[in-house]
C-alpha cells in the first residue's frame, strides 16, 4: 500500500523547497521526491547526525553527469550536472536535493518591470511580487562581495579582476556597470556555523570560484541549506534518488509514482506515493516532460494544449573572449564568487563569470576541442591541472541574459525524449543577436577574440535558465496554470518552479522563481482543509 501524506513535493529546488517549508509549517505531512542525492561541500565535514551525504564530483567523476551510463545503458548515471541535449539546444540543469541552487551562480536580482508588459496573468507584475521578493530574502540573504565597490581601482590585489575587466569594457562601450547581490555567506571561512535554518550550517566563502561547481564551503545559500532544511526540521520527509514518472488522480487526491536509485545506478523499486495535493517543481524540463508524458500516456488527459509553449531561454548566451597572445591572459579572473558584477543594456544584460579549472575542460573555442574533452569527460577522464588551469587563464567568459521572445514549444519527438521546436530558430531572434553583437564589441575593447557559443557542441545555444513550457496564464487556451500555480482541469495540482514563468525575465532568474513560489505557497497554505 502507498504511502499518504497531506503533500507531495516534486522536486526540491526553489520551487519545490519554497512549498515544503510553507506547508510544513502550516502543519502539514509533507513528502519530497527529489531524483538525485544529497551533496555536501569538500571542506565542509558533516556534523554528527546529518544524513549522508556525496561530495561534491569532479569533471571526469562518474557522478560528474546524470544520464544513462554509456557502458551500462540499464543503469542511471546520479550525477550533480544534466546536459540536455536537443538538436537544436543544450541544457545545463542541475540533479539533488536543492535541485538547481546547487550549481547557481547566486546572483540575486528582481526582473525588470518591462517583462510584466505582455503575457503574464492580470495580477501578476512587479509590484504585485515585491512582498514576495522581500518573503524570500530571509533565505536567499543577498549582499554584495564585501568591499567590491571601494576596492575597484584601490590597488588592493584582493579585488576581484574579473569585475574588474569587466567595468572598465562598460567604460570603453560606455554602459553603465554595477556589481551585483548575491545569495552567499561572506562569514568565518574556518568554522562552521548554524545559519538559522533548521541544522544546517555553513562556512565563509573562500573566493574559490566554484560556486557552480558545487560550493566546496557550503557558502552559498543553497535550498537544501535553508527552506529544505528547515522544512525537514518541521517533520516534511526528503526521499533521495525518487524519480517521479507519473501523476495520477485518485478518488481522494493523486497517486505519484516513481522510480527508487541504488547508489550504483540500479533500480532499487517502482512505487508510488499517495496525497491529497501534488505541488510539481521538478523544473522547467522535468515538469514539462513528466506532463507531456502523462498526457501522452491518458494519465491527465485533459491538461491544457498551451503544454509546452512559451519556452524561452532567457536570452542566454554563454561567450567568451580568447586571449591573443600571452599579452592577454588575464590574471586571477577566475577567483569567486562565479559572478561579481554587470553591465545593463536595458533590454538584455551581460555579466562576468569565473571559468574555473572544472568547467576548461567542456569550455573552448572550438568545436572540435569541445566535443573531445566533453566525450574523455564522459568515458572519466581527467585533465592536468596544468592543462585546465592555462585554458580557464586563456578564456574571458560572458554570461548573457535578456529578452529572446519565448517563441518556444517543448515536445516529445518520435523517440519519446524531450525536443524543442522554435519558428526560425533561437539564434535568429533579435535579442539573442544583440546579446551577441555587444559580448564581441567587449571583447574588442578588451584586445581579446570573440567566441560565441563558447559551450556549445555545433554551435547550439546553451541554456542555464530554461523557462516555461507550463505557463501560468488567465485562461486555460494560453495557460496551464493560473496565477496561483493551479492546473487548469485538474483541483489539487499546482505547480511552482520556472516552467509556469511565461515569458524571458531578462535577469537571473531564481529569485523571481522563488518569489512566486512564495506566492504560490501563499495560496496553497489558504486552501489546506
Known sequence: MADKFDYVVVGSGFGGGTAALRLAQAGKRVCVLERGRRWH???LPPAPGEKPA?????????SFFWGRQLWRPTRQRLGLYEMKQMINLQGLVGAGVGGGSLIWANVVVKAPD??????????????????????????LRPKLIPGIATQINSGDGKYNHRAEALRLSAEKVGRPWRPVPLAVNFGDQTNAQPNGHGNARQLGCNLCGLCTAGCPQGAKNTVDKTYIAEAEALGAE???????????????GYRVHFKRFNLDGTVAETGCVEAKRVVLSAGTFGSTELLLNCRKNGLLPNLSKALGTRFSINGNVLGGALA??????PVNTNSGPAIASMIDYGRFAIEDIANPTWTAGIVGETNIKRIIAFTLALTGYKQTAKVSAQAARDLLL?????????????????????????????SREPGIQALHKAMAELAKAQGRRYVPNAMSIFNRPVTYHPLGGCPMADTVETGVVDSYGRVFGYPGLFIADGSVVPTALGSNP???????????????????D
Open 324 to 329: 591573443v597572445g600571452k599579452a592577454n591572459a
Open 398 to 426: 560572458y554570461v548573457g541574459v535578456g529578452d529572446d521572445g519565448a517563441r518556444g514549444r517543448l515536445v516529445l519527438n518520435k523517440l519519446g525524449l524531450l525536443g524543442l521546436k522554435w519558428p526560425g530558430g533561437i
Open 238 to 252: 526528503v526521499w533521495p534518488l525518487h524519480l517521479a514518472t507519473g501523476i495520477e488522480p485518485t478518488e481522494g
Open 114 to 139: 518591462w517583462v510584466f508588459e505582455k503575457n503574464w496573468p492580470k495580477d501578476i507584475n512587479r509590484r504585485t511580487l515585491d512582498s514576495y521578493y522581500h518573503r524570500a530574502d530571509p533565505y
Open 41 to 43: 561541500g569538500k571542506n
Open 510 to 528: 531564481s529569485y523571481t522563481i522563488a518569489a512566486l513560489a512564495e506566492r504560490i505557497a501563499e495560496r496553497l497554505a489558504k486552501e489546506l
Open 54 to 62: 556525496s561530495a561534491f564530483p569532479e569533471l571526469g567523476d562518474t
